[in-house]
């Protein structure tokens, strides 16, 4: 983990991460459904899952959003801070044993509305998509960032 | 955990939730960075957040997004299923000890653009507050939920 | 989670709830032997169990135990105190990819001996059968309840 | 974790074990909320519990249950099995910070009912104490044990 | 586990441990990420280890070390302090689903250089097999141990 | 976290990295413990520790040892692996809200004895400190790490 600098005129529209892959583990979802108290049946219960359209236990939402997340956290930048998260939709369920990548995209640059010497919003397109390639959740990342001061 | 049909006509603007409190420790947060892989220091080193403005270890957004969430997960309903999230802002941030509680109320309902007849959106705005009564984060949750079918 | 007042007058012999299920997984195990420092080979070495009649590892007793309990629990009542356990009896093996249902009834009330206008005690049979409606543990949960108050 | 036989022949009433301490943390709470589901406000708002009787939340009974059990596993015993428990009661609560030992001694020993030559019970009382003297739950624990074989 | 005083001078070379079995789980490379931080994919990417040599996901080194040498944790012995390790070898990768076994025998004694009347080391060889009977970790590990002092 | 090939012929002898710190939580020795099986009171029993000459509790060696080897996880190479660890030494004890920052220098290297145009092994000392600047544990990580084919 590095700390570097970047300001958001050092950002540019079209900018692109990817990530390396992680399988999402039975162990995940039992982790989840403990640190959030949702034990529903949709995720925990195996038997009943297998008579519903799914066929399977599904991932939490929250556990694919919170996982994917983390996985686009790349150097510590001073300059930026997570503002919120725009527009999430679960695309398609994540079962146990599939394995997400996710790509991060800046899809928009806007300047802060008070403030625009200062700060500006970087909207980055965060695409989790599976093993088949399909997608299973996207939402926009908002990070608001200095601008880099003159001297 | 009850199972409960309620339809997309059994709702109204308005109807509102609260949740009992939760206090988020530091183990939850040790235990979010472990599910998550997100070990920045601003969650994991006391020292160094000592000498930062907030003084001390700040909440990841997505633990207390994944909380709060499940925090307001009630019956289960199968007419109903989550659909996504909008409009997360984190407003403030929220330190280990903070005890935190959250309201769901529906602000708004739409029926599907394409099948009116069957199937509506809920948005539910869910508020996220500290022992303080200050508002630590919102986020306006969706649920497609069916409509009630004529016999 | 609602809170909610349900004095010792307000139940009758044969109240009876039921859960939904909830599938033991190799996490569960997992983390209850990192809970309870039993790391005994029944429920870690697969090897050794496949040598052995039940043929799998098994799960820990304090672990159905456990979950069985939480998985009862339903609306805070003010009114009422866990009070201790009676009569737990192991009956089968829960092996991992089992699930569990829960039916608790109450199947006995007595008037508390020295305070029989105060309260009483709640005697709840605990019943847990696995997916092929076996039953695997039972016992008794003991609940001190206050009475109504006359007004 | 060693491997000895010990057969019911070998034990007698009044056989007294006693473990080392353990401190109950705040993790420990958390870990076994996100094992059992029981998010109960008694043991997860802190601040809810600052104006209760007990002042400050309170270990799960069945964390305190759990935990004492299995710090009284010592070595394997290929002759016996863990019957079930009988009388458990909560006597006092553990807080967070409370470090409990365990003495486990058996006060009867029974021979099966149907087969008194091969097989008897021990009657095991386990006692859980805090670090003030005070006891906080008692159960007790019985083990089917096999009768010594005669050649 | 017991307290037990052992003195330098009451072990020998060639003295010989043998653990039960531990199968390593999915679980345990899960929580083993979430304590290190390390989600490298050679842990936690089915997909992308299908196409590797290895042909899947392998544990890391230090689950494995962690682990061997908490299954060799015996008595306490209050004479004996941990003080290192050596030449830590990774032999064959640990798979999920594998069962290792722990042996540690003292191959080597040896006095402290500047108190040889108070204290020595213990050089234990620890080496964990899989359940082919392969060597798929060893290390020394050494111990200083005060010796028995004279009446 | 991406993926760059260094060779053996990239490295050189005085190569440093420095790491962000980590503050050590009671949570993650009772973690580590859980995934362990070493339930010693040197880690568990606050009370025993008030005791004892350090004062309090004190983290596994194996916890601080995966920690500051998970900490220096940097970019993914396939070109090298992870060989082994020499010299591990405890120098000083780690307590709970101890903050360790890890530094790695390459203070060695070698060719493969039999195959010395192929590969070569990097000797990184691995130092962990903590808040106060006092060295509290030591190893050498060795990498098996090949060299850059001539085309």
């Given at each position: 983990m590095l700390t570097k600098d970047r300001w958001y005129d050092d950002h540019e529209v079209g900018e692109r991460r990817e990530t390396v892959g992680r399988t999402i583990t039975e162990a995940d979802i039992v982790l989840h459904a403990g640190q959030t108290g949702d034990f529903f049946p949709h995720h925990m219960d195996a038997e009943w899952m297998?008579?519903?359209?799914?066929?399977?236990?599904?991932?939490?939402g929250t556990l694919i959003l919170s996982v994917a997340v983390g996985m686009t956290a790349g150097d510590i930048n001073p300059q930026a801070m997570s503002y919120g998260y725009d527009r999430i939709r679960f695309i398609r369920p994540v079962f146990i044993g599939d394995t997400i990548r996710v790509t991060a995209e800046i899809n928009?640059?806007?300047?802060?509305?008070?403030?625009?010497?200062?700060?500006?919003?970087?909207?980055?397109?965060?695409?989790?998509?599976?093993?088949?390639?399909?997608?299973?959740?996207?939402l926009t990342h908002l990070y608001l960032v200095n601008r880099r001061t003159k001297d």
């Open positions: 297998a008579t519903q359209p799914a066929g399977q236990r599904i991932a939490h928009e640059m806007s300047l802060h509305a008070k403030r625009p010497d200062e700060a500006g919003y970087l909207h980055e397109l965060v695409t989790v998509t599976n093993q088949h390639g399909d997608t299973v959740m996207v």
